[in-house]
């Protein structure tokens, strides 16, 4: 449906401008007299086929959201993980990992449009895919998973942005007193100047606006991978040999968790799948990032090939970091991969890879929170429409920025959610088990069960044919990965719960 033409008055009463139905009213400043804009004759320059903004995102800019959600803190694990698996499993699985990514994440980009994917009706969210396509109870699943997902990833980043500021503190605090002080310190004050930074990037109204934070934060990430990569290639040279063995960490290994012993190896084997998991977990936040692209070419062709860059450079990636870091430190490989070289020496490269963490984190924060954000607001401004806390915007001129629309709703209800995340972060600090159960918890249903079902549907695929058999056999392999891994990373929470005083974290 085509929008009408409507007259706009020159001054905006009390600089309101409503929003209703999620419709956005744009309009322009004029000084004088009334003006008349009649949209409908530039309709396919200025709008898309839904009647929304021409989207202007591209291959490169959805490739940049993507490198910024995959690179993320999940990258820092992966020594651990493939110390936990051994020169065999290790690399293996991880390339399995980014194979099933890879397949799943094409398929779901088919579902970006209902029916014809290139002239069918347009999904704006994942959940809203879900809906469409398959509809009924699993809607309800779909949105409880990925938002609580969405949740779950704000406070595993928080956690890390936390460890990779105290990182520079202490480095610089141990250089600054020649050794002489261990520079314990609290990891809550971070968390909170965390959580400042991102109540002020959460008013961000949209997620097409933060392409520049994800281009940001996407060469963040290539910055402390870099680092972490040369300073393990260094620590090989510096040992004249590659540490692990081709079965993973030894029975008897005393690490700082104490001695591993037979169970401890397979539940650390266990929370190793999750970890690889979560280092791939994008697929919650794809269809929304699909509809930031423009079009022509249609949006899943333009999807499909930055998906593809997207994974295969994320790979390598993970591959050169998490091999070399496992070289680099064998059976005693870090939790976080930058923390294994010593805050020390030399300690300005490390702060500046552990700086690039923090920025990378701020940005991918934002990335996973937004469609969190779109869902509520959307929400309540079809529950109260008439309300001008929910939908009323006030401009607000911001120096070298321009006017600012400032909703009253989005200021409180973003902040909420930051704070929520903050505190959870304070209570459970324990950055390699929160990103083992979010792996776990997220893989199967969101990276892997819904985006089968609703390309089955989709595509009209027989039960029982061959293709519908390979993909259910896909799909339940998966679950029995994930939930294996989900068992490994409750019991590493249980064993750092035995230990753990709240708001009392040192380290």
Not at 214 to 238: D, H, P, R, W
Not at 491 to 501: E, F, I, P, S
């Amino acid at each position: 449906m085509l929008p009408r033409s409507r007259t706009l008055p020159t001054r905006m009463h009390q600089g309101i401008i409503e929003e209703r139905q999620d419709v956005k009213h744009y309009l322009q400043n004029t000084q004088t007299e009334t003006v008349a804009v009649n949209i409908q004759p530039n309709y396919s320059k200025c709008f898309d086929d839904d009647g929304r903004l021409k989207r202007t995102g591209t291959f490169w800019t959805a490739t940049a959201h993507i490198i910024t959600a995959v690179i993320g803190s999940g990258v820092l694990s992966l020594a651990w993980a493939v110390a936990q698996l051994g020169w065999v499993a290790g690399p293996v699985v991880m390339f399995l990992f980014a194979l099933v990514n890879l397949y799943t994440s094409t398929l779901l980009t088919q579902c970006y449009r209902t029916g014809d994917s290139v002239t069918g009706q347009r999904n704006y969210t994942y959940m809203e895919a879900v809906k469409s396509i398959l509809g009924g109870k699993k809607v309800k699943l779909c949105g409880l998973i990925q938002y609580v997902n969405l949740f779950g990833i704000a406070v595993g980043y928080t956690i890390a942005a936390s460890v990779s500021m105290m990182a520079i503190k202490r480095s610089n605090c141990y250089h600054n007193s020649d050794g002489k002080d261990p520079c314990h310190m609290s990891s809550n004050g971070y968390m909170i100047t965390f959580g400042i930074a991102e109540v002020i990037f959460s008013q961000i109204p949209d997620f097409d606006q933060v392409w520049w934070l994800s281009i940001v934060a996407a060469i963040m990430s290539f910055t402390y991978s870099s680092v972490g990569l040369s300073l393990g290639v260094a620590k090989v040279a510096e040992n004249k040999t590659f540490k692990g063995s081709m079965l993973g960490i030894s029975i008897g290994t005393v690490t700082q968790a104490g001695t591993v012993t037979g169970t401890q190896k397979i539940w650390r084997s266990l929370q190793a799948l999750g970890a690889m998991a979560f280092a791939y977990s994008f697929s919650i936040i794809l269809i929304e990032i699909q509809d930031t692209i423009k079009s022509p070419p249609a949006e899943h062709k333009t999807m499909r090939k930055a998906t593809a860059l997207s994974i295969a450079v994320t790979t390598v990636f993970y591959l050169l970091c998490g091999c070399m870091g496992y070289a680099a430190f064998g059976d005693n490989a870090p939790g976080n991969l930058l923390t294994g070289f010593g805050f020390y020496d030399p300690y300005w490269l490390l702060d500046i890879a552990n700086l690039a963490i923090v920025v990378h984190l701020i940005g991918a924060y934002q990335v996973f929170s937004q469609p969190l954000f779109a869902f509520v607001e959307k929400w309540s401004a079809r529950k109260w429409p008439k309300s001008s806390f929910v939908t009323g915007e006030y401009d607000i001129a911001v120096p070298f920025y321009g006017v600012y629309q400032l909703n009253f709703f989005r200021l409180v209800w973003r902040s909420i959610f930051v704070l929520l995340t903050t505190l959870m972060a304070m209570l459970m600090p324990f950055f390699n088990d929160v990103v083992g159960l979010l792996g776990a918890f997220g893989f199967w249903p969101l990276t892997v069960y819904f985006p089968i079902d609703m390309y089955i549907s989709q595509k009209k695929i027989g039960r029982w044919t061959s293709r519908w058999i390979g993909l259910q056999l896909l799909s339940v392999s998966c679950l029995i990965i994930s939930l294996v891994a989900a068992i490994g990373s409750i019991a590493g929470v249980v064993l750092d719960l035995k230990t753990y005083k709240p708001f009392r974290t040192t380290y």
